[in-house]
């Protein structure tokens, strides 16, 4: 068989720990004998981060922003037992954090789902992506704790000097403050994420505030999502067939319980941190996520939603067998070179990630999995297979395909 030709590159960012050789075998077993795979490399494995100053992943940010996608390996962020086991010169800033402040974009979160692996709640049968925003509110917030009575009051002032005031409470004993910001940018920013991966995945769009209690702060969002849904999105959602459906945050919880899935949630920053654990451990499992980050011009990181899997690395490390689920690194790959298919019009391309993907599903439902899994499946009597193993099985299961 002849390998697939690519035109343009991916950005490659490579990781840390097991995910770091994880990545590898994905590419040896299940890409490079199938394509002739052009990527532009950037090691962010945290010894290269260290060694360039961290210069390595503002890099690999803007050359997502010159080519267009990029396809991450989950990297460790340094904390302070990182410091001394890398030997650090700083405690460099997640990649994540990093990556995301040069691209602008919302994080796209939707669970894999395969049969064997049963969402908990029983009416789920499609994948429910959550958009969660991730500037501002409640995370980036002043707090104060009021230690008497006293008069606390909202003061903004402009530029020229001027004042706004507004009473918030006026306090006959102690409590609590707490001041929180967004701006109109981010949340705009935020929005057309929202609606352009909808258009991309040809999914309703939810999006729900609690603009009856913030007649200010949440319709705010509510207002900017209706202002930019009816001047640049109303037609092309009309003609893909897809809806954007706004709601209360109570009712949209309640909603989402009894539907089918098959849609896409956007929430404030608050509410996408706690909804999206809620949805994915409901669903089976981090390693059965797909991520992406969207930025508002257009570009497109695929990840895992799960870390560097420390515990197995050192496992692996010690010479033991590790049994690490490699479905969600195998997705990122997928996504992107999917979008790269499309976007440089090579249907092979896009083809040889539906077929990696189904493969990577049938070697489950076939019942053949890693540890993890074998630990909640319906399935009876699976079988475990070690890290290697499971992507030569998948490699075995892809090349009946091809
Ligand atoms: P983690 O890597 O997500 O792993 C936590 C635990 O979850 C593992 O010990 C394992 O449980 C299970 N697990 C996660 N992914 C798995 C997989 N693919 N297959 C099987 N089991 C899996 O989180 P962590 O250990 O807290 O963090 C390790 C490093 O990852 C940290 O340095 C952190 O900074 C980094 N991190 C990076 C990203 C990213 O780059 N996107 C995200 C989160 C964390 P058992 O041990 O019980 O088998
Ligand atoms: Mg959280």
């Known amino acids: 068989m002849e390998k697939i030709k690519m035109t343009t590159p991916l950005v490659e ?20 004998p199938f394509i002739d795979l052009k990527t532009e490399y950037y090691d962010l494995g945290l010894e290269h981060r260290n060694e360039t100053d961290d210069q390595v992943t503002i890099d690999s940010a803007n050359a997502t922003k010159k080519y267009g996608v990029a396809v991450k390996c989950a990297t460790i962020t340094p904390n302070a037992a990182r410091m001394t086991e890398y030997q650090l010169k700083e405690m460099w800033k997640s990649p994540n954090g990093t ?8 994080v796209f979160r939707t669970p894999i789902v395969v049969k064997g692996i049963d969402p908990c709640v029983r009416n789920w049968k499609k994948p429910i992506t959550l958009a969660r925003h991730a500037y501002g509110d409640v995370y980036k917030a002043s707090e104060i704790k009021v230690p008497t009575a006293g008069k606390a009051e909202l003061v903004f002032t402009a530029e020229d000097g001027t004042e706004t005031r507004e009473l918030i409470h006026q306090f006959e004993g102690p409590g609590v403050l707490q001041g929180m910001h967004n701006t109109e940018k981010s949340i705009r920013s935020f929005a057309k994420s929202c609606f352009n991966y909808a258009l991309d995945t040809r999914q309703d769009l939810w999006f729900a505030t609690k603009d009856t209690i913030s007649k200010k702060y949440d319709h705010t969002f509510k207002d900017i999502f209706q202002e930019i849904f009816e001047k640049e999105y109303k037609d092309k959602f009309e003609k893909a067939g897809i809806t954007y459906f706004y709601t209360l945050i109570d009712d949209a919880v309640a909603r989402v319980m009894k539907a089918e899935g098959g849609f896409i949630w956007a929430c404030k920053n608050y509410d996408g941190d706690v909804m999206s654990d809620m949805v994915s451990s409901a669903f089976g499992s981090l390693a059965m996520m797909t991520s992406v980050l969207v930025s508002p011009d257009g570009n497109f990181e695929y990840e895992a939603a799960h870390g560097t899997v420390q515990r197995h690395y050192y496992k692996y490390l010690k010479g033991e067998e590790t049994s690490t689920n490699s479905v969600a690194t195998i997705f990122a790959w997928t996504g992107a070179l999917r979008k790269r298919g499309e976007l440089d019009g090579i249907t092979e391309l896009c083809a040889f990630a539906d077929k990696l993907e189904a493969a990577t599903l049938a070697t489950i439902e076939s019942g053949k999995m890693t540890k993890d899994l074998a630990l909640i499946t319906s399935l009876e009597n699976p079988t475990v297979l070690n890290s290697k193993d499971f992507i030569l099985t998948i490699r075995k299961e892809l090349e009946t395909r091809l």
């Not at 490579?14 to 299940?30: F, Y």
């Not at 990556?99 to 919302?106: E, P, S, V």
């Open 13 to 32: 960012m490579d990781g840390d720990e097991m995910t770091r050789i994880l990545w590898k075998i994905i590419k040896d077993e299940l890409l490079t």
């Open 99 to 106: 990556i995301r402040a040069i691209l602008d974009g919302t």
